[in-house]
């Protein structure tokens, strides 16, 4: 190792410890995976490494070497091996195969839990929705661990703008009744990405009724109106169609409520019925299937209104709740929200048979 490579490895080291030390705060109060501390635990040997190689040259060869061999045996088995869950999967549509290499790599509770830790520093949640968001993650994710829940995640993929009709990701949630499920719910997600977390919630309404639930992913922003998210979506009831499914709900969640009211009528010889969660476009086709309208009374980003005024316009057709809640209602206010759903969609299979 040279003397000028060696003396301008602590730059580097404390350049890539910035993120380490913006997290470190967290970390006591943040529950993190198995995977997640081997990761920490390498990112720190490796830093730890750099930062001293001017005055230790052998035990910092030694903590960088250390540091890079537990980082790429880690990647290396859960890329080999990845984990896979009993009640719900990440897979790759339309083929359909298994998750791609990079979705294998993190688990979404350490992306998601650390990230709620920081967005209220970076105003993306607000002081009023930041309020027990932390606590309901760690709750969610804790329930999800002891349901067989994948750990995996599309997250990475999608900020990397790998989400094509050609090859997406989506997740798939599996009632256990032991016989070909005959309902489906497609559930879009809204603007941040497709999440592990957000799916699971919705399937467990579609387990009530014996759906199978599939979440598929596009562009970060949820723009399901575009292209490539009608693409994907006909891709979506394509693959529960193969699998026998005979009735399709389309749910969505924000700017995936938005997509779904804005694609129901292009889709509504593939759709039994629509359920809304915090997002709406009232100035779209007004569809005549039946529709659930689910809405938080403190949403900051999407007006009650706008909800209020798609409930009206669909009329008859539409059952519209309000709750106690904001943005985050999927999330906070779950068994609520679950209750409301199992009642609906429980209502529409029983006009279907």
Not at 99 to 107: D, G, Q, T
Not at 121 to 141: H, N, V, W
Not at 305 to 313: E, F, R, V
Request: aromatic fraction near 8%; include cysteine.
């Amino acid at each position: 190792m040279s003397s000028l490579f060696r003396y301008s490895l602590p730059g580097v080291g404390i350049l890539i410890s910035l993120p380490l030390l913006v997290l470190l705060p967290f970390i006591p109060t943040t529950p993190v995976s198995t995977v997640g501390i081997l990761y920490l635990l390498s990112y720190l040997l490796l830093v730890i490494g750099m930062i001293c190689a001017p005055w230790q040259r052998g035990h910092s060869f030694v903590f960088m070497l250390a540091g890079s061999a537990l980082a790429f045996t880690t990647i290396a088995i859960r890329t080999i091996i990845p984990p896979s869950g009993t009640q719900m999967n990440l897979i790759t549509l339309p083929g359909p195969s298994g998750p791609r290499l990079l979705n294998r790599i993190l688990n979404e509770q350490d992306v998601v839990l650390f990230g709620a830790q920081v967005a209220p520093y970076l105003g993306a949640i607000s002081p009023s929705e930041e309020t027990s968001l932390d606590s309901k993650f760690s709750q969610t994710f804790n329930e999800m661990k002891i349901a067989g829940v994948t750990p995996l995640s599309p997250f990475l993929t999608t900020y990397l703008n790998q989400q094509h009709p050609t090859a997406f990701d989506a997740l798939v949630a599996e009632p256990d009744s032991g016989t070909p499920p005959e309902s489906g719910i497609i559930f879009l997600h809204g603007f941040g990405g497709n999440f592990t977390l957000q799916c699971w919630l919705i399937a467990q309404a579609g387990y009530s009724i014996d759906a199978v639930t599939v979440c598929p992913s596009t562009s970060p922003d949820g723009a399901w109106w575009n292209s490539d998210g009608q693409t994907i979506l006909k891709e979506t009831i394509i693959y529960l169609h193969q699998r026998g499914v005979k009735r399709i709900y389309l749910a969505g969640l924000s700017n995936g409520g938005i997509g779904a009211t804005r694609l129901a009528d292009p889709f509504k010889n593939d759709l039994m019925g629509l359920i809304l969660i915090s997002g709406a476009d009232p100035t779209a086709t007004i569809t005549e299937m039946p529709v659930l309208v689910l809405h938080g009374k403190s949403d900051e980003r999407i007006p009650v209104s706008m909800m209020g005024q798609y409930a009206s316009a669909a009329g008859m057709n539409a059952a519209y709740h309000l709750f106690e809640g904001d943005h985050f209602l999927l999330l906070k206010q779950a068994d609520q929200v679950q209750k409301v759903m199992i009642e609906w969609l429980r209502q529409q299979e029983s006009k279907s048979q």
